[in-house]
T-cell receptor, first 112, second 113 residues
Framework: AQSVAQPEDQVNVAEGNPLTVKCTYS??????LFWYVQYPNRGLQFLLK??????LVKGSYGFEAEFNKSQTSFHLKKPSALVSDSALYFC??????????FGAGTRLFVKA | DGGITQSPKYLFRKEGQNVTLSCEQN?????MYWYRQDPGQGLRLIYY???????QKGDIAEGYSVSREKKESFPLTVTSAQKNPTAFYLC????????????FGQGTRLTVV
């Protein structure tokens, strides 16, 4: 079965430190991968996507993600975390037929 | 401004009642989606629609119904057959291509009282 896994329920990081939110995927064919962010009681906002090409994808708000085909991973990164980055982050993969599957989400806490 | 509007933001339903959640988009997107979000489970697809007058069941369609009479609108009805309807419901849309991200509404929180 196709799936997206986010192995960490929560990530804690100090403001100014680099952050990584992990994602691994299992999809058939070429992977189309996405990261979204959700603030409390709000909808999801698109951050970035990998379709093809460069393995390092840059997105909104200083976030980037590294695609690694051999490890089937698509980890979200940011060089210097801000308190305002605290939110719920979802990794997602397009699986065909207009369907996208989402990971369970990782809650990021950035401490001042 | 272009976007997706969901209403109401909060909705309370008595057991045995049907309720309808509204979703409207002015992005001219062909595809629209309804997701259910529960804590720790991510988003699960309820129904989706690729074009007007056509829609498909997602992974958890039981107890829900939809219609797509207009391109802009994709209302979701939560019926009394849905045994555990308390959740956060998200509507989304995109152009439908394989590499297009989804745009989400602000969500409706449904609580059964």
């Amino acid at each position: 079965a196709q799936s997206v896994a986010q192995p960490e329920d929560q990530v804690n990081v100090a403001e100014g430190n680099p952050l990584t939110v992990k994602c691994t995927y299992s999809v058939s064919g070429n992977p189309y991968l996405f990261w979204y962010v959700q603030y409390p009681n709000r909808g999801l906002q698109f951050l970035l996507k990998y379709i093809t090409g460069d393995n390092l994808v840059k997105g909104s708000y200083g976030f980037e993600a590294e695609f690694n085909k051999s490890q089937t991973s698509f980890h979200l990164k940011k060089p210097s975390a801000l308190v305002s980055d605290s939110a719920l982050y979802f990794c997602a993969a397009y699986t065909g037929g207009f369907k996208t599957i989402f990971g369970a989400g990782t809650r990021l806490f950035v401490k001042a | 401004d272009g976007g997706i509007t969901q209403s109401p933001k909060y909705l309370f339903r008595k057991e045995g009642q049907n309720v309808t959640l509204s979703c409207e988009q002015n992005l001219n997107h062909d595809a629209m989606y309804w997701y259910r979000q529960d804590p720790g489970q991510g988003l699960r697809l309820i129904y989706y629609s690729q074009i007007v007058n056509d829609f498909q069941k997602g992974d958890i369609a039981e107890g829900y119904s939809v219609s797509r009479e207009k391109k802009e609108s994709f209302p979701l009805t939560v019926t009394s057959a849905q045994k555990n309807p308390t959740a956060f419901y998200l509507c989304a849309s995109n152009t439908g291509g394989v590499n297009t991200e989804a745009f989400f509404g602000q969500g409706t929180r449904l609580t059964v009282v």
